[in-house]
């Protein structure tokens, strides 16, 4: 899959999905999967016939590229000035595009000069002009342009000008239904925070529509796990990955390849989050024991799913009780995993 900052740089035409896509959850994969239809079934082929813009002659059956354009950074963080922990750092989101099927990830570049377009302009300049899009998929709560003035209809107005039809993906809910009843959990990046910060990730896969996960580089740690039966892969993180509830968790693990968007599963593990209060610990850190293994993994990427919280951080009296204690989250997880 292609990746680049720059519009010029980009592949086009392109069948656009249009919107931050943090998290990738299932309301964002419904914003998607247009575009990946619209490749599938030969439809962006056709509209090739009658070209987006007549500035923009397209010849006949020339590809188009299926593409989700996002921002970088995070306009929350850009208008805050402060950090934003995200649910899918760049490059797990590259990971999961690819896993979809999306030939290419454009990130505009959110500054002054972005935010200043109105929404007539940014039309013309990043759709029509930069990406020649033959087709444009949003969210329904989507807004674009200065000041956040445009909304999904606007943008389906204003494309249509160009001949540029514009699919707004409707609400989708944490049981399925579309319709917006106060009896309805709607699914957003912000509500599966939330139910991260309690450690339900159960909850949390079901809005997301896979295992939230944990993706990183296994570096050599204090090794404290070997003195007392249990060595663990400790996971560097990016550093603006948003972590769950501090605690343990019962995990699948597996190898990341960086030509690859297929997952080579290693081993299930339990999984610790937290300062290590027992050995008076000061940073956070994420450590997995995997059932089972005992290769070397150092300089390896990993994805580690969380399937179940098992329990909250603890602070232990000695390493004796820590050990006994791993040794009982290592049987609910086994158990948990044998069900």
């Known amino acids: ?31 998607i999967q247009p575009i990946l239809k619209a490749r599938e079934t030969g439809e962006a082929k056709d509209l090739l016939i009658s070209p987006a813009s007549s500035n923009f002659p397209v010849s006949e059956g020339k590809h188009v590229y299926s593409t989700v354009v996002t921002f970088n950074p995070h306009p929350q963080e850009f208008f805050s000035g402060k950090p934003r922990a995200l649910l899918t750092p760049l490059d797990e989101k590259v990971q999961q595009l690819r896993s979809l ?31 020649q899009a033959t ?13 956040r003035s445009g ?38 990046t912000s509500f599966i925070r939330e139910v991260l910060e309690t450690g339900d990730v159960e909850r949390a896969k079901q809005l997301l529509g896979r295992a939230y996960s944990l993706i990183g580089t296994v570096t050599k740690g204090q090794q404290l796990g070997r003195t007392i039966g249990f060595p663990t892969a400790n996971l560097e993180l990016p ?62 990427k990993l994805a580690v799913q969380l399937e179940k919280f098992i329990r909250p951080e ?10 006994s204690q791993i040794q009982q989250d290592c049987i609910t997880a086994k158990v948990f995993f044998d069900t």
């Open 151 to 188: 909304t999904a209809q606007d943008l389906q107005i204003i494309a249509a000008r160009y001949n540029i039809p514009v699919a707004i993906a409707p609400l989708e809910t944490e049981d399925g239904d579309s319709s917006s009843s106060p009896e309805t959990n709607p699914i957003s």
């Open 135 to 147: 087709q444009v998929s949003v969210g329904y709560d989507f807004h674009f342009g200065s000041k």
């Open 239 to 300: 550093k603006d990955k948003f972590l769950p509830r501090l605690g343990v968790y019962a995990v699948r693990i597996y190898r990341v390849s960086d030509t690859s968007a297929q997952l080579e599963p290693l081993a299930f593990g339990v999984m610790n989050i937290g300062n290590r209060p027992t050995i008076n610990g000061i940073n956070t850190i994420v450590e997995v024991h995997l059932f089972d293994w005992s290769d070397d993994l150092y300089g390896q």
């Open 101 to 131: 099927g999306v030939e290419q990830l454009v990130l505009l570049p959110f500054d002054r000069e972005l935010c200043s377009l109105t929404p007539e302009e940014f039309v013309e300049k990043i759709l029509v002009e930069q990406l």
């Open 314 to 323: 603890t602070k232990f009296p000695s390493l004796e009780a820590l050990k």
């Open 1 to 31: 899959m292609s990746v680049t900052n720059s519009t010029e740089l980009a592949f086009f035409p392109a069948a656009v999905a249009l919107g931050k896509f943090d998290g990738l959850h299932r309301g964002h994969q419904r914003v």
